[in-house]
């Protein structure tokens, strides 16, 4: 209980820091999930209202106002391009599983992310991923997923200071039979919880804005 109330607190911190900044900024977070025979990546995209016109004009190629499921494919595959995952060492292509556009009204109220879901067919024991989309306009955010299966064991991980790249060991116990580096334990659900807590922060600071702007 006490290693939660420290992450929740440290989330808090993290929301707080960020919220000033987060109108004019793309929020790109990276949840990473392993099993026994494939990695899965799902890259959250939350653009902040400042870069909005940025974003819409990569995506919205026709300026139409409205995002086509062409228009949709070709920015995925956009990101997927922008994207990298290594695993032990070698370069793994990555496909899109699952997409998810939300409207250009919700984007433009602060309240819009765009849903990736990417898969790649290679499992091994040391991971390296790497986030390169429209870096000039982004921060990002990346972390491990908690698994199902408990015999996974995921090693500490070392990222760069933006965030953007992220490398660490794993191993499933009875597979190998040897142990990443103990002292760092997978919990998607907390790093979820701060995804929420910096999202809630945005929409309160862009509200503020708004109210101070009448």
């Known amino acids: 209980m006490r290693r939660v109330l420290v992450s929740v607190l440290l989330a808090t911190g993290l929301a707080g820091q960020s919220a000033a900044h987060r109108l004019d900024e793309y929020l790109q977070a990276t949840l990473i999930g392993l099993t026994r025979d494939h990695v899965e990546l799902e890259v959250n995209l939350t653009p902040g209202v400042a870069v909005l016109p940025v974003v819409l004009a990569a995506i919205?190629?026709?300026s139409d106002g409205w995002i086509s499921p062409e228009e949709e494919r070709a920015y995925a595959d956009q990101v997927l391009r922008d994207v990298a995952l290594q695993v032990d060492g070698r370069p793994v292509p990555l496909r899109l599983?699952?997409?998810?556009f939300p409207s250009p009204q919700a984007m433009s109220e602060g309240l819009g992310t765009i849903r990736l879901r990417l898969r790649a067919d290679r499992a091994g024991r040391d991971l390296r991923f790497e986030n390169r989309h429209m870096r000039a306009v982004s921060v990002y955010l990346v972390n491990c997923l908690a698994s199902p299966d408990p015999s996974l064991l995921v090693g500490k991980p070392e990222r760069d200071e933006a965030q953007r790249s992220i490398r660490f060991a794993y191993s499933f116990a009875d597979a190998y039979g040897t142990?990443?580096?103990p002292g760092w334990p997978a919990r998607g659900s907390l790093w979820l919880a701060g995804i929420g807590i910096l999202a809630g922060a945005r929409l309160a600071w862009q509200r503020t804005n708004r109210r101070q702007a009448q």
């Open 179 to 181: 142990r990443p580096e």
């Open 60 to 62: 919205d190629r026709n």
């Open 97 to 100: 599983v699952e997409s998810r």
